[in-house]
């Protein structure tokens, strides 16, 4: 057990509205990575970090943002939620970034209606 | 773009009979892992490999990881039930990893 937990674990929003999704790891790992899951493409990664206001965009990061103010928070905000962001969101986290060994957090489901 | 290609997508099989997946790239990678995830749940990692060449044996698991380190393998003996799940491969690089599609492992009773 990592020490990841995710939420909201469930969320209905409507188009155009903000969201936010909270990551919380509890033993102070320096790397956090956010991912969206969708049927047939696997985990795609659309921001992580390295640190504390540290962060870098991932393969798919248009329309989110990210913040990190403290090691154990990592926030992913949809800045005008679409339909099209309707997925499984995942945190994760890496022990060590050299390992790459990642572990993850239950995810949230959010549908865009 | 995947970076990772993963086969097949889907596999059947009847508890007891062995099957292996598959995990092909075009890049090298510096260290190779396999996750398996259940249904509402996140990917749990299994392995990891780093050594081109290398295999890991985890139970009933067999990790192999390519000599050129673009590609690996996972091959289940006598499978059961329980090894039901998404199998997923993933690259590493630059800190960050890329993942395969996955693949849809069902062990019928």
């Known amino acids: 057990d990592a020490g990841i937990t995710q939420s909201p674990r469930h969320k209905v929003t409507e188009t155009g509205t903000p969201v936010t999704l909270r990551c919380h790891q509890t033993?102070?790992?320096?790397?956090m990575y956010w991912y969206r899951q969708d049927p047939g493409h696997g985990l795609r990664l659309i921001h992580y970090?390295?640190?504390?206001?540290?962060?870098d965009k991932g393969e798919v990061s248009d329309g989110y943002s990210v913040s990190r103010s403290k090691t154990e928070d990592f926030l992913l905000t949809l800045e005008s939620a679409t339909s099209s962001q309707t997925s499984v969101y995942f945190c994760?986290?890496?022990?060590?970034?050299?390992?790459?060994?990642?572990?993850f957090g239950p995810g949230t489901r959010l549908t865009v209606t | 773009t995947q970076l990772l290609e993963q086969s097949p997508q889907f596999l059947s099989i009847q508890e007891g009979e062995n099957l292996t997946v598959y995990c092909n790239s075009s890049s090298v990678f510096s260290s190779l892992q396999w996750y398996r995830q259940e249904p509402g749940e996140g990917p749990v990692l299994l392995v990891t490999v780093v050594t081109g060449g290398e295999v890991k044996k985890l139970k009933r698991l067999t990790f192999q990881f390519g000599d050129a380190r673009k590609d690996s393998s996972l091959h289940i003996t006598a499978a059961q039930p329980g090894d039901t799940g998404l199998y997923l491969c993933?690259?590493?690089?630059?800190?960050?990893?890329?993942f395969g599609a996955g693949t849809t492992v069902t062990v019928r009773a």
């Open positions: 993933a690259g590493g690089g630059d800190y960050k990893l890329s």
């Open positions: 033993e102070n790992h320096r790397y």
């Open positions: 970090s390295y640190g504390v206001k540290d962060t």
């Open positions: 994760a986290i890496s022990r060590t970034g050299n390992s790459y060994e990642q572990y």
